[in-house]
């Protein structure tokens, strides 16, 4: 663990559901999460509740951070308002800081251009083939994918994105990993006590 904190991007019409798991589960392995907003204002997503972010993007710098993680949210396909947070995410990459984005994201990502030249996924191709994007070729049909420090996935596999992003900061790897995304994607009983064993739960 670096000691950096992990940030989580919040916006308006971000869906509640797609990043719970890794947040919670990077918090309990003792990363701080901190939330960050266009702006410092709050915001209020698509289960109505309200969030006070800890920082404005502006201010994030990814020589400050773990991790940016992106929400899918409704605002990513009817307007430009989170184009900065793939701006953003450009600037992790370049410095070699992990993203992870989910749903939506995807597609913002596409359009500034940073799937073009990295394997990924999303919630279908011809989801990402409608922003104009060159990487269609580079599409996998999977439930998420890392591609170096990029790691994506579709609006129904918050599990599974959570898995990525637990293995990306070594948080959980193998026989470890490998049960916790049985235990919590498929409800496999017999994954808790290899968990419970290894002190992950």
Do not use: N
Not at 77 to 94: E, G, H, M, V
């Amino acid at each position: 663990m670096t000691g950096k904190p992990v940030h989580l991007a919040v916006y308006d019409t971000l869906a509640d559901w797609e990043t719970g798991h890794a947040t919670a589960h990077l918090a309990r392995a003792g990363h701080t999460i901190r939330t960050v907003g266009p702006s410092t204002a709050p915001v209020t997503s698509t289960g109505g509740l309200r969030i006070q972010p800890d920082a404005a993007l502006d201010d994030v710098r990814p020589e400050d951070s773990a991790l940016l993680i992106l929400p899918g949210a409704d605002l990513w396909d009817t307007s430009d308002d989170l184009a900065p947070f793939a701006r953003k995410a450009r600037a992790f990459l370049a410095a070699g800081v992990p993203v992870a984005a989910i749903c939506g994201a995807t597609a913002g990502l596409a359009r500034e251009g940073l799937l073009d030249d990295r394997d990924h996924t999303s919630a279908v191709s011809f989801y990402l083939a409608a922003t104009g994007y060159a990487g269609g070729e580079r599409y996998v049909e999977t439930d998420a994918v890392t591609d170096g420090a990029l790691v994506t996935a579709g609006p129904t596999e918050p599990v599974a994105f959570a898995r990525e992003i637990l293995r990306l900061l070594g948080v959980y790897e193998g026989e470890v990993l490998d049960a916790w995304y049985r235990l919590f994607h498929d409800s496999d009983a017999a994954a808790y006590a290899v968990l419970e064993k290894a002190g992950a739960l």
